[in-house]
Structure formats: structure tokens, C-alpha cells
């Protein structure tokens, strides 16, 4: 399995890590599957990072405020 997004030309890359690997176990508590945590992960990364406010003179952070991926239905909880 391979997880690609096209390359974004931005220094704006500060926190992906931690961004990308706490929207993957987001996704898993809520109980999506391992492969669709990490496709809504990447998305959400992809987006924060072409989204970025260009802050700073270098590697500057993400925008965490665009849109998560919609929760799944619950059972009534």
C-alpha cells in the first residue's frame, strides 16, 4: 500500500510528523480501519500544509484548522 500526494514547494513543514501520526490514531479511535485512518491522515497533512500561513523565515508550521475528515455515525452516543 502506498499513500502519495503530489509535492507541495513550501518551507511551511514544521510539525508534520507529529501532526500526521496524531491524525492517524484520531482516526483509529474512532474506529475507522488502519487503512483509512492513514488515507484521512495524509489528506488532512496534504491540506494543512498547502493551507499553511507562511509564518516565520523558516520552516514554519502547519494550518491545523482546515477541516478534519466528517466523524463516522455513532449508535446513538
Do not use: Q, Y
Request: hydrophobic share 40%.
Amino acid at each position: 500500500m502506498c499513500f502519495t500526494r503530489p509535492r507541495l514547494e513550501t518551507t511551511s513543514t514544521h510539525g508534520t510528523g507529529c501532526t500526521l501520526s496524531a491524525a492517524v490514531a484520531a482516526g483509529l479511535a474512532l474506529g475507522r480501519p488502519l487503512e483509512r485512518a492513514v488515507e484521512d491522515a495524509v489528506d488532512f497533512v496534504h491540506r494543512a500544509i498547502a493551507a499553511a500561513p507562511g509564518l516565520g523565515k523558516g520552516h514554519g508550521p502547519l494550518n491545523h484548522f482546515v477541516p478534519a475528515p466528517p466523524r463516522p455515525p455513532t449508535d446513538g452516543w
